[in-house]
């Protein structure tokens, strides 16, 4: 428990608490600098703490250099685990899209994928509906309905950016700054990048009825049916016995845009 430390010298006052016996306190974590302790450092310790700023330096810089080579191959695909047979009837399945979708909606899609899929990821978009053999089709936030790497048909989509999209906030104190000075031009570049079809807090949902026509796939956004979207033999069309639902989802950067701009670089909480 912490009153009002205070720090004078090599004493720490403020820290109050109880036991019952003898403890040993042992420091957690990395040392915190304080104002006006440098006359109290020894030189060993200023060493410690030169080195220690350098590591930090290149593991911040490391870092910023992964995330960079990552870019454009960060996109997964989750599969669910109950396929379904064909002559079973109708399943449906809805899910709310809880984050914007980046590029546009090039990796974010919900579709079905029989038992010979594997593309998995991460890999560039698209990977659902991608070049797989036609073992998925999915239907894209950027209104394309793809099949084996190409556009089976395209649904026009009318969103509208509301408000501009809300750049997320981290809840840390470290990264207040960045977001404050940066979120005009973010929200700004993800409001020109919005996904026509679907977005945020949108609900997605797929219905396969498995007696009709060898398999009927419907898509809905919103509850609202897309029949322009509906797609038959999906069985034949995908090449397998058992169909299972699935998504596909893009990473997003807060703070990046399509020209890599000077801004941090940093994976955004959705």
Request: charged share 25%; hydrophobic share 35%.
């Amino acid at each position: 428990q912490c009153k009002a430390v205070n720090i004078s010298t090599f004493e720490i006052t403020g820290f109050m608490g109880t036991i019952d016996r003898e403890k040993k306190v042992l420091p957690v974590g990395l040392r915190f600098p304080v104002v006006g302790e440098e006359p109290f450092l020894t030189k060993e310790q200023k060493e410690r703490d030169k080195h220690f700023m350098e590591w930090k330096k290149k593991c911040e810089l490391h870092k910023k250099e992964m995330i960079e080579k990552r870019m454009g191959n960060d996109v997964h695909v989750i599969r669910g685990t109950v396929g379904m047979l064909p002559n079973t009837g109708t399943h449906s399945w809805t899910l709310r899209w809880n984050h914007e979708p980046a590029e546009s909606g090039r990796g974010d899609s919900f579709g079905v994928c029989s038992d010979a899929f594997e593309m998995w990821g991460p890999g560039p978009a698209p990977l659902l509906g991608g070049i797989d053999h036609g073992t998925s089709i999915a239907l894209y936030a950027n209104g394309e309905l793809l099949h084996n790497g190409e556009v089976y048909k395209f649904i026009t989509g009318d969103r509208i950016a509301a408000h501009s999209i809300a750049v997320i906030s981290t809840g840390s104190s470290n990264d207040s700054a960045l977001e404050n000075s940066t979120a005009e031009s973010i929200s700004n570049t993800i409001s020109q990048q919005q996904a026509p079809l679907f977005g945020k807090s949108m609900l997605v949902k797929c219905e396969l009825n498995t007696d009709v026509d060898g398999g009927t796939l419907r898509f809905f956004i919103n509850k609202v049916p897309l029949d322009t979207a509906t797609v038959t033999q999906v069985y034949r069309l995908l090449g397998g016995s058992e169909i299972f639902p699935c998504i596909s989802m893009k990473k997003i950067y807060f703070g990046h845009d399509a020209t890599k701009s000077a801004l941090e670089l940093k994976p955004c909480p959705v």
